[in-house]
């Protein structure tokens, strides 16, 4: 009787296999839990922005129409990790991602909107995130551009 001291080469090949395909399958998982946390990170930048811009309504009672009305730095000069530059149009900020953003990210575009109660400009403005639908009794301002696929916004964004 022969005693077996170990895996034969066809055994091994198998298990190979089954890793291979397991770490194929973990792959897109960590990619979209990547993207969405560069996204997170990225948009914590407009926070000092926002400000500015809230400033500016409550004053004027109207949104700025870019980023020097807004009294924000140019686009160009508005960048991060992640991002390639910060434009605000209208009432939006349009984050356009680039520099060491996953290369889904590259060149796309996250669109954060003010949201107003109708008829009351009194009122304190909330922000709403991409694709997110704006809640009853409020409306968006600006226009969304946002063109990244939704499994790859965070969750307040779609």
Do not use: H
């Not at 984050?95 to 575009?109: D, E, Q, Y």
């Not at 009794?137 to 965070?154: E, F, H, K, R, S």
């Amino acid at each position: 009787m022969r005693k077996s001291a170990g895996f034969t080469l066809l055994e091994m090949m198998v298990i190979l296999a089954i890793i291979a395909i397991l770490a194929t399958i973990a792959m897109p998982s960590f990619k979209s839990k990547n993207t969405r946390a560069q996204i997170i990170e990225s948009v914590e930048l407009l926070k000092n922005l926002k400000d500015s811009v809230g400033l500016f309504y409550q004053v004027q009672k109207k949104f700025p129409r870019n980023n020097l009305d807004a009294g924000i730095p140019k686009p160009e000069f508005l960048i991060g990790n992640y991002v390639e530059r910060i434009d605000y149009e209208m009432g939006s900020f349009n984050i356009t991602f680039g520099n060491k953003a996953n290369g889904v990210l590259k060149k796309k575009v996250l669109t954060i909107r003010p949201i107003v109660v109708k008829g009351s400009p009194e009122s304190p403005i909330s922000w709403v995130c991409g694709n997110s639908p704006v809640p009853e009794g409020m409306i968006a301002v600006g226009v969304n551009n946002t063109n990244i696929d939704n499994q790859y916004l965070p969750i307040n964004c779609y």
